[in-house]
């Protein structure tokens, strides 16, 4: 084992909101796939990554709540707290990234590896070198500059052992306001449900149960309360049938699922602002969009501040951006070569930019290299 | 947590097979009557089969969203628009309703209405039955709706009170999941256990009824003599809210979500989407589809469905029913059937308070009491309409979220009827068909499109103040369903007939309701623009005043319950007097249907008839003489007038 990257709070502070970031980035992602789906079709793949998302929220939660138990403070309107994509992935590959795509087999497999089970590739060390630091990753250490993690879990694996190590020199690591934790009572999740966090045990649960969630650490296809992991879920659309409990990780035996990847927009890949032509209805939907976003990431801020309520004026929230996602994905993009706008997620700085070009967090708009 | 269905529980029990198995108990029906019978008597061990009458198809996420795509397509956004039409178990349907001219019966549709009063009553016949386009709102009855013939001198008395009852409220409150607030509940009698928290926290008020409220809170009303002040007040509602903590003695409570065959995550939260009726987008709203998967999932209930029960076998000599004949049609869309028998120890009709009776009629059996199938009940609604002089976000919220109840008893009801108000999120979307309506008028009256069409649909429709008014309706042996042999569907089963008529001592309540909508807009400073028309199907005059009535679906009264076998039709527990191994079960038990929604009482009236089904399993233990019939040799049967 190499010495751990995580020495006190602060470090400890820097991988959370770390954490936070990581668990947002696949958010943008999932939705760019779930609201290319032509409405009243594909039901089986739009609930599979509808959930895959909603459960990402769960752990953007969770680890807010351990970041408040420490006494950190969660941004997430920081500059760079949303990705610009396409971005790597955070699986030790370096030969493919992690872009906002329609729904489609490619889309797939990108989930698939985002989701992966880890394997470190030696019982050495957790992180590997990165091997590009012109684009961003997704599982980056935040301390040691150049690395990143093989993997999602063994991002929080290193994590639960910092809090391990900081905690037993410092009894007053758990010094957060308990106030500012999000209860079971204000966010809703289809699986798995939010803990909060007051000790090295609640934090420890909470993490695991981010890990165990995405890629069933060794838990197997469905964990203790037969829940699929993200990872199988998604497979199930490789595969073309559900798995039951019980099932082997290689050959489900449920019903079958059907996918029909024509029943989709087919969306300009990790489209950006730049793409849009200057002055069009589209653009300014476009840059809508991205304010909305950014309105809809302070008002998680504020949530995750003291005002747990929010979260339920987030409901409708995320219809108002359902809506602005169809506004977009319905619409061809000029010059793209037939492809409909989507999204572009580059959350200006400031909610209300005015008319003119938002300043974006990922630097100046620029078109995507593939 | 999704509502696991058993993958092929529609289709895998063979019906020659079953029809060769001793049942514990036969249930006719598969919706939140039979479908909590079932689960409670598989979960003693029972072996229970369901016959159902809709198409035999697997309760997955996949086929709801079938339904769901059939309804946003639909012109017609009534209750049946989710389901497909099946002749051979219809479905009455809203849009039948048509007037009813004396001696003129319409027999347009599935019920034939022979009137005088016509009535657009429907009920659902899929697996789920009528919670597949309920409203899910649940109050508890009152205590005096027990005892109406005691304390008001109208209507009838119950054989058990509310107190008998409340524990199995409370059990059902659980099976449906209920979210409701206890301080909010807990008037006019109604009482809860000591620490009683409802599963769910109350949903909230929508902001239009908070607007409501600002101005109706404190409005005095004397009524009979009694004053009393008029509050808005939320209801309870079978639809998934935040779970309390405090729930169960703080062990809380899990929501059921959607049900499915394979994992599926959604329907733990209501989402506040303003199309619960006929149909939650995400079935967050309950429907007896959860508990029905449940039932499946304990492995000894079995389920036949495209069974229509066609008649009640019974033994002469010792008046127990012997077997139920149905016809099984192999598809939907085709008039070919096999006629099928189903045997067992007990026999649990649950189909509804129109279908109940249809049967036992069809099948010669009246009661001795001869009130099969009289006593019809359902709501009678009367709605009001105005514009509110500010806009009050209409059509934000589920359906409904609030309303008045406080004129839901009292002294008066020595008089006249009494009501419930409930403030419609939908705007005057059942009055007069919003926002399509002001759709249309803006598109083709206004010629709006783009923005202005927007703006001009927002301003009109987010003023609309809806008060429906659902009114008491009381027994009288004189509203009845019959059946006619000469009259039947493409299967050969005697379609219902309904006689009914609204009676005075619901058109004073309904006239009382009208003048206080009056003042109720009055004091909101709204515009009333409710007008009645004489040509509408349900139009109905009372003291040179003409009113527009519809329907609840709240269906009752038809073999109501009581303590002497001359007077009513089953006992306290809901069986036959006359067939000691028979229960008719469901809202035709009811002797008074109050001014609540029927369903959370008939989920509370079903949890205690098990108990009292599985007692009599335990004693009846000896073999079972069984006289078989041979389905085909039935006595044609005798036929009301």
Not at chain 1, 342 to 350: S, Y
Not at chain 2, 110 to 125: E, L, W
Not at chain 2, 479 to 489: F, G
Request: net charge negative; with cysteine.
């Amino acid at each position: 084992m190499t010495a751990s990257t995580i020495d006190n709070r602060d470090d400890l502070i820097s991988y959370l909101h770390a954490a936070m970031a990581l668990e947002h980035a696949t958010i943008p992602p999932y939705l760019t796939a779930y609201y290319s789906i032509r409405s009243g079709t594909n039901s089986d793949a739009a609930h599979i990554i509808r959930v895959v998302a909603v459960e990402e929220m769960l752990h953007l939660t969770l680890a807010a709540n351990v970041l408040n138990a420490i006494g950190g403070t969660p941004d997430l309107t920081l500059p760079g707290f949303v990705p610009t994509y396409p971005a790597y992935l955070p699986d030790g590959e370096d030969d493919f990234t992690v872009d906002l795509r329609p729904f489609s087999p490619e889309a797939v497999e990108t989930f698939c590896r985002i989701e992966r089970p880890g394997e470190a590739p030696g019982a050495g060390s957790r992180l590997v070198r990165t091997a590009d630091r012109a684009r961003p990753v997704l599982v980056s250490s935040p301390t040691v500059e150049g690395m990143r993690f093989y993997s999602i879990g063994e991002f929080y694996e290193e994590i639960i052992e910092g809090l391990e190590k900081v905690a037993a020199d410092d009894p007053g690591l758990f010094c957060g306001d308990p106030t500012l934790q999000v209860g079971p009572e204000y966010f809703y999740s289809g699986g798995g449900t939010v803990t909060t966090v007051r000790d090295l045990d609640s934090a420890r649960r909470a993490l695991r149960a981010i890990a165990a969630q995405g890629e069933g650490l060794d838990s197997g296809v469905h964990d203790a309360d037969g829940e699929l992991a993200h990872y199988y879920r998604f497979r199930q659309l490789q595969l073309g049938r559900y798995y039951q409990v019980g099932d082997r990780p290689d050959s489900p035996s449920g019903p079958p699922l059907g996918v029909s990847w024509d029943d989709v927009y087919r969306l300009k890949v990790s489209a950006r602002l730049s793409d849009y032509p200057a002055g069009s209805e589209l653009a300014r939907a476009a840059r809508g969009f991205n304010a909305d976003y950014g309105a809809f990431l302070a008002l998680l801020t504020k949530a995750f501040n003291g005002r747990p309520g929010l979260l339920q004026d987030a409901v409708w929230y995320m219809f108002r951006l359902r809506d602005g996602f169809n506004r977009l994905v319905r619409n061809p993009l000029p010059g793209s070569g037939g492809l409909n706008a989507a999204p572009t997620f580059e959350v200006p700085t400031a909610v209300d930019s005015g008319p003119h070009a938002p300043r974006t967090v990922g630097g100046t708009p620029r078109a995507v290299t593939r | 947590m999704y509502a696991k269905f058993p993958d092929g529980a529609a289709r895998r029990t063979d019906p020659a097979a079953a029809a060769e198995v001793l049942y514990d108990a036969v249930i006719v029906g598969g919706g939140i009557a039979g479908a909590i019978v079932a689960s409670r008597l598989g979960e003693a061990g029972k072996r229970v089969l369901i016959l159902e009458a809709g198409p035999a198809e697997d309760l997955t996420l996949r086929g709801y969203e079938a339904y769901l795509d059939r309804f946003y397509s639909a012109i017609s956004k009534d209750n049946q628009a989710p389901y497909p039409v099946v002749a051979n178990a219809p479905m009455p349907r809203g849009t039948d309703a048509r007037r009813i001219f004396p001696g003129a019966p319409d027999a347009s549709a599935y019920i034939v209405q022979n009137g005088p009063f016509a009535t657009d009553t429907t009920y659902t016949r899929v697996l789920g039955g009528t919670t597949m386009h309920w409203e899910a709102k649940t109050l508890r009855m009152l205590p005096e709706d027990f005892r109406m013939r005691t304390l008001y001198g109208e209507g009838a008395d119950w054989p058990l009170g509310y107190e008998d009852l409340a524990p199995y409220y409370t059990e059902a409150e659980r099976e449906i999941g209920v979210s409701a607030d206890v301080e909010d509940q807990a008037y006019l009698g109604i009482t809860f256990d000591e620490g009683y928290v409802f599963p769910m926290k109350g949903l909230p008020l929508s902001y239009l009824d908070r607007m409501v409220a600002g101005d109706i809170d404190g409005m005095p009303v004397e009524l009979d003599g009694e004053k009393r002040e008029l509050r808005v007040r939320p209801f309870p509602q079978g639809r998934n809210g935040i779970p309390n903590p405090a729930y169960d003695g703080g062990k809380g409570y899990v929501p059921r979500g959607a049900v499915s065959t394979y994992q599926v995550e959604v329907g733990g939260r209501c989402q506040g989407n303003n199309n619960c009726v006929p149909i939650c987008p995400v079935q967050a709203k309950y429907n007896a589809g959860k508990t029905l998967a449940a039932a499946l999932r304990t492995g000894r209930v079995d389920l036949v469905a495209q069974a229509v029960a066609h008649k009640v076998h019974v033994d002469e000599r010792t008046g127990r029913v012997t077997e139920i004949e149905y016809r099984r049609y192999d598809r939907p869309d085709s008039p070919g059937f096999t006629t099928m028998r189903a045997r067992g120890r007990l026999f649990v009709l649950a189909a509804n308070a129109v279908e109940n009776p249809r049967l036992m009629l069809a099948s010669g059996l009246r009661s001795s009491s001869g009130l099969m199938g009289r006593n019809f009940m359902d709501h009678a609604y009367l709605l009001a309409w105005a514009l509110l002089p500010e806009v009050a976000g209409t059509f934000r919220g589920t359906n409904c979220t609030g309303g008045i109840t406080d004129l839901r008893g009292g002294r008066f009801r020595r008089r006249q009827a009494a009501f419930s108000v409930d403030i419609h999120n939908d705007g005057w979307g059942w009055a007069r068909g919003a926002p399509m309506t002001d759709l249309i008028d803006l598109v083709d009256a206004g010629g709006r499109y783009g923005e202005s069409l927007r703006q001009g649909l927002v301003d009109r429709v987010s003023r609309q103040l809806q008060l429906a008014f659902m009114v008491e309706v009381p027994a009288d042996p004189s509203n009845r369903v019959t059946v006619d042999p000469a009259i039947t569907d493409s299967l050969g089963n005697m379609r219902p007939i309904l006689t009914y008529d609204i009676p005075e001592y619901t058109m004073r309540g309904v006239a009382y309701a009208r003048q206080l909508s009056k003042r109720i807009f009055a004091r909101l400073g709204a515009e009333d623009h409710t007008a009645y028309d004489p040509a509408f199907w349900g139009y109905a005059v009372h003291t040179g005043e003409g009113y527009e009535i519809r329907g609840g679906n709240h269906l009752a009264g038809t073999h109501v319950m009581g303590r002497d076998p001359s007077t009513s039709v089953v006992n306290a527990d809901q069986r036959c007097w006359d067939h000691e191994n028979l229960y008719l079960v469901g809202g035709g038990s009811m002797p008074t249907v109050g001014t609540s929604n029927v369903t959370l009482t008939v989920a509370a009236l079903c949890l205690r008839s098990v108990r009292v089904m599985l007692a009599q399993l335990a004693s009846e233990t000896a073999p079972i003489h069984l006289t078989s019939h041979g389905a085909a040799r039935g006595r044609s049967p005798e036929v009301a007038q």
